[in-house]
């Protein structure tokens, strides 16, 4: 009896640690977006929205990161309606940007304004 029970806790042990196991060997890629200078005219606050889900808002002098999986990631910026006057939703679909990731990348963009609406522009880290 005192067997059964100690292995029966064991084998419990030993499947619910696995999750971990697997998990600890996946690669992920951090992706920073950042606002922080004034290279972007409007007030309003930006939504960042990832595979065509919104994930993120940032306003002037903000940043957000993300820590996603290794691959592709279709990044799409719009202008969010809000408090501050003037600011109504974009009707256009800004045109998606693919970015590759790979496992154990920091990469920092940008929000820049352009023609074409708001992009995301790769810049340094500034890491010293």
Do not use: H
């Not at 808002?57 to 799409?76: A, D």
Request: positive net charge; hydrophobic residues 40%.
């Amino acid at each position: 009896m005192r067997w059964s029970v100690f292995s029966l806790f064991g084998l419990l042990s030993i499947f619910g640690a696995s999750p971990f196991a697997s998990a600890a060997g996946e690669n992920y890629a951090v992706l920073i977006i950042s606002r922080e200078r004034l290279e972007v005219s409007t007030s309003c606050e930006i939504g960042i929205y990832l595979q065509d889900q919104l994930s993120g808002r940032l306003f002037q002098e903000q940043s957000t990161s993300f820590n996603l999986p290794p691959g592709n990631v279709s990044v799409r910026l719009k202008s969010l309606p809000g408090q501050t006057p003037g600011c109504a939703p974009s009707m256009l679909t800004t045109p998606e940007q693919v970015i590759k990731l790979n496992g154990g990348d920091v990469r920092k963009f940008a929000i820049v304004g352009g023609p074409e609406g708001l992009r995301l522009r790769q810049v340094p880290l500034g890491y010293q």
